[in-house]
C-alpha cells in the first residue's frame, strides 16, 4: 500500500518561493512515477510536473516552466516541488500522487494520492 503525506504549503507573497515535500511509503517506490498535481478553487485538477513518464526525464507543465522543479530523493523516499516566483495564480491545493507506469502526466493515471498541501500566494 503506497502512502503519501504532503508537506510545505503556506501562504507567501507574489514573486516568492516555497518548497514542497511529499514523503512517500510503500513498496518498490524507486519503480514508481512520482508527481505534483494541483487544484484551485471550482477548477479541475492539473498535473504539474511529473516524473518518469514512458522513462522520459520530468514532463513539467507549460504554465510552470521554467518556475517549478520537480525532484526525488528515492534513498528517503522523499519528492520535492521547488516553486519559484509565484503568482496569485498558483494558489491552489497541491498533491503528491504516485503510480507504476503513467502514460501521461493526468490525473486518470495516478492511482495513489496524497491529501494535499494548501498554497496561497497573495500580498
Known amino acids: 500500500q503506497i502512502q503519501l503525506v504532503e508537506s510545505g504549503g503556506g501562504l507567501v507573497q507574489p514573486g516568492g518561493s516555497l518548497r514542497l515535500s511529499c514523503a512517500a511509503s510503500?513498496?518498490?517506490?524507486?519503480?514508481?512515477?512520482m508527481a505534483w498535481f494541483r487544484q484551485a478553487p471550482g477548477k479541475e485538477r492539473e498535473g504539474v510536473s511529473c516524473t518518469r513518464i514512458r522513462d522520459d526525464g520530468p514532463v513539467v507543465a507549460d504554465f510552470v516552466k521554467g518556475r517549478f522543479i520537480i525532484s526525488r530523493d528515492n534513498s528517503k523516499n522523499m519528492v520535492y516541488l521547488q516553486m519559484n516566483s509565484l503568482t496569485p495564480e498558483d494558489t491552489a491545493v497541491y498533491y503528491c500522487?504516485?503510480?507504476?507506469?503513467?502514460?501521461?502526466?493526468?490525473?486518470?493515471?495516478?492511482?495513489?494520492w496524497g491529501q494535499g498541501t494548501q498554497v496561497t500566494v497573495s500580498s
Open positions: 510503500g513498496p518498490d517506490l524507486y519503480y514508481y512515477s
Open positions: 500522487a504516485a503510480d507504476l507506469a503513467p502514460t501521461s502526466c493526468t490525473v486518470p493515471e495516478y492511482a495513489h
